[in-house]
């Protein structure tokens, strides 16, 4: 072996002791390593020291590893909030694009929402029921805003003698808003209260408590907003016979309406935002529940009815429904 | 919180398709399966524990973060080790302080017993398994030491193929480099290792 063949019969053995040869290249160093006894002391030495290297202790995370990631990935998403804010307090740049990107949302989004609710319309089943009804099973179908969302139809059950709430949130950050919700359920103490169901796209989160509680919940998750392109959120009370569906409402509105005391107030306030949020469109609903049936609900007229259980002092029971989409 | 979700084991792919769909239990299992190795990888590295733990941190919250930019066309394996390699060389090249186990940090130690087993060991003149050998905390040391002399493409590649087990390919796809380029580095890295032992054994 000469100085200058060194370098390669060093990659050759380098790559023998790896087994990256092929057969040609193996046999070659197997004559060599029969010829040559300073390649043959090259190899054995080449291998002690990967074996070594092999050997040496693995070390393993720290044990707060997962819990630090998550926690960083929460912290990102209070980050992403704080952005956004600014973005949204001090616009600089681009103002004639975003007129006109405004300008052509103000004819786009009405016309997707009219296409949206004609369509749900025209496939109405047979029975000539609501078009958030479903015949088939004891549930209202929302579809969320945006048309981007795969999977959008979401069935979801009604339960009888609740007051039913229903928050759609579609985001490209799935795993991170998902993540978080599961914190804010788990601190708020409403894992027993919570199941959780996943299918395909979408988890689901069916929480049912104390408006106090829900409240709580929803402010814990104020931080999400920021990573959802879109939302829909829903009320609606068998009782009261009546609904509401307002289209991206703030993690502000939403709190308002879970501070009204009874389920007619939560209506009425998001009735009222259902209509001051004109700029991405929003649709309200009235529900009457087919006597047969208490938990399908059917298209119907407004109907006073008082619902909460003040006689007892016992806080009434709510039910949020959280679906998270990912895109 | 009662979960209606079968509690089966999933490859990468599933679970990689499961986080993507904004499964939080997927996240966390992908992120427990690889912590170890991401961490024991970076950590070799960088040579510094708290560095390290940064490092692997970073690495996973990016990666969850643009999980959905993952098209599949490499194995998730060699797409997150790419993102903890990349994270990592850049911290390393803007580094200043030196390594935990840098070979002027050993000088005042008690080493003389190690080295003459370690030079042994390397020599080929003894039976003893160096698997045991690498057990010893001061041979290890010696081995770490000298390990962080190398340059950081050098090291990176070490680290790649003969602590972490890595294939050719997987290097290549890692690094995004020519097998040809994975063949010869490791080759000048291995070569560089050894005349870095030779002079600390001396």
Redesign the interface.
């Known amino acids: 072996m000469t100085q200058i063949d060194k370098p390669e019969i060093e990659e050759l053995l380098s790559s023998y002791i790896d087994g990256e040869l092929s057969e040609r290249q193996c046999n070659e160093v197997k004559r060599l390593l029969d010829h040559d006894p300073q390649v043959a002391e090259m190899l054995a030495r080449m291998e002690r020291q990967k074996e070594l290297l092999n050997a040496l202790p693995v070390e393993s995370a720290p044990e707060t590893m997962l819990a630090d990631i998550k926690g960083s990935l929460e912290r990102n998403l209070l980050i992403g909030r704080e952005v956004q804010e600014i973005r949204e307090v001090a616009p600089s740049k681009g103002i004639f694009a975003r007129r006109v990107l405004a300008a052509a949302a103000m004819i786009l989004v009405p016309i997707g929402i009219l296409s949206i609710v004609v369509l749900s319309l025209f496939s109405s089943p047979p029975e000539g029921k609501d078009n958030i009804a479903k015949n088939d099973s004891p549930g209202v179908t929302v579809t969320i805003a945006d048309s981007g969302i795969p999977d959008s139809d979401i069935a979801v059950e009604l339960l009888p003698g609740n007051f039913n709430s229903a928050l759609q949130l579609a985001t490209s950050e799935a795993a991170a808003v998902n993540s978080f919700i599961e914190k804010a359920i788990y601190s708020n103490g409403l894992s027993d209260n919570t199941v959780l169901s996943e299918k395909d796209t979408i988890n689901t989160y069916r929480v049912s408590s104390t408006p106090t509680l829900i409240t709580a919940l929803l402010q814990d998750m104020e931080t999400i907003w920021a990573k959802c392109r879109t939302n829909r959120f829903m009320v609606y009370d068998e009782q009261l016979q009546r609904a509401a569906v307002v289209n991206n409402i703030t993690s502000v509105q939403i709190l308002d309406v879970f501070e009204q005391a009874e389920p007619e107030g939560r209506i009425t306030v998001a009735k009222m935002f259902a209509e001051i949020n004109p700029a991405v469109g929003s649709v309200e609903a009235t529900v009457r529940f087919d006597p047969s049936n208490p938990i399908k609900p059917v298209l119907t007229g407004p109907e006073q009815v008082p619902t909460t259980d003040d006689a007892s002092g016992v806080e009434e029971k709510i039910t949020l429904i959280i679906t998270v989409a990912g895109l | 919180?009662?979960?209606?979700?079968e509690n089966i084991t999933l490859d990468d792919e599933g679970l990689v398709y499961r986080?993507?769909?904004?499964?939080?239990d997927a996240?966390?299992r992908l992120?427990?399966k690889y912590?170890?190795r991401?961490?024991?990888t970076i950590?070799?590295i960088c040579a510094n524990?708290d560095d390290a733990?940064e490092l692997?941190?970073?690495t996973?919250?990016k990666v969850?973060?643009r999980?959905?930019t993952f098209k599949g066309q490499s194995a998730f394996y060699t797409w997150l080790f790419r993102v903890a390699v990349n994270l990592t060389y850049n911290f390393c090249k803007r580094r200043v302080k030196l390594p935990i186990y840098s070979l002027e940090n050993l000088a005042g130690k008690q080493l003389d017993d190690s080295r003459a087993q370690?030079k042994t060991?390397?020599?080929?003149e003894s039976t003893v398994d160096?698997?045991?050998?690498?057990?010893n905390k001061e041979?290890?040391q010696i081995?770490?030491a000298a390990?962080s002399e190398l340059d950081e493409d050098h090291r990176i590649v070490?680290v790649l193929?003969?602590?972490e087990?890595m294939?050719?390919d997987e290097i290549a796809q890692t690094l995004q480099i020519e097998l040809g380029t994975v063949?010869?580095r490791?080759?000048?890295a291995?070569?560089n290792?050894?005349s870095i032992?030779e002079t600390v054994l001396k």
């Open positions: 919180m009662s979960q209606q979700v986080c993507r769909r904004g499964d939080s996240m966390s992120i427990l912590q170890d991401v961490y024991n950590l070799k524990r733990a692997t941190q970073e996973f919250v969850i973060e999980i959905n370690l060991l390397l020599a080929d160096p698997a045991l050998v690498a057990q041979i290890g081995a770490l390990l070490i193929r003969d602590i087990g294939t050719y063949k010869s490791l080759s000048r291995r070569a290792l050894k032992l």
